[in-house]
Nanobody, 116 residues
Framework: QVQLVESGGGLVQPGGSLRLSCEVSGFTLDYYAIGWFRQAPGKEREAVSCISSDGSLTRYGDSVKGRFTISRDIAKNTVYLQMDSLKPEDTAVYYC?????????WGQGTQVTVSS
């Protein structure tokens, strides 16, 4: 069964850091690109970052460039999103996503709240 499970969200002060994890099962990361998205209340879902199937290419949304870093650990079947210099506007539910065997697959999301 194909699954993506996010974890690592929480409450952090502005300027702080969090690392999100997306643990996958039912497929191997070598064959699929994985992306991180976020959705804040009352706003549309926004693309944050993605990593290619071979891990050689990464991309970032303009609002997170220079602050967020995507990576992966094949042995752990996990994709990470390191988030530094967090701002209140980064507050959202964060989701990981992959188009696995021609099906758009999402995790359940993890809440990130940036507030003093």
């Amino acid at each position: 069964q194909v699954q993506l499970v996010e974890s690592g969200g929480g409450l952090v002060q502005p300027g702080g850091s969090l690392r999100l994890s997306c643990e996958v099962s039912g497929f191997t990361l070598d064959y699929y690109a994985i992306g991180w998205f976020r959705q804040a209340p009352g706003k549309e879902r926004e693309a944050v970052s993605c990593i290619s199937s071979d891990g050689s290419l990464t991309r970032y949304g303009d609002s997170v460039k220079g602050r967020f870093t995507i990576s992966r650990d094949i042995a752990k079947n996990t994709v990470y999103l390191q988030m530094d210099s967090l701002k209140p506007e980064d507050t959202a539910v964060y989701y990981c996503n992959g188009r696995i065997r021609m099906r758009d697959t999402w995790g359940q999301g993890t809440q990130v709240t940036v507030s003093s």
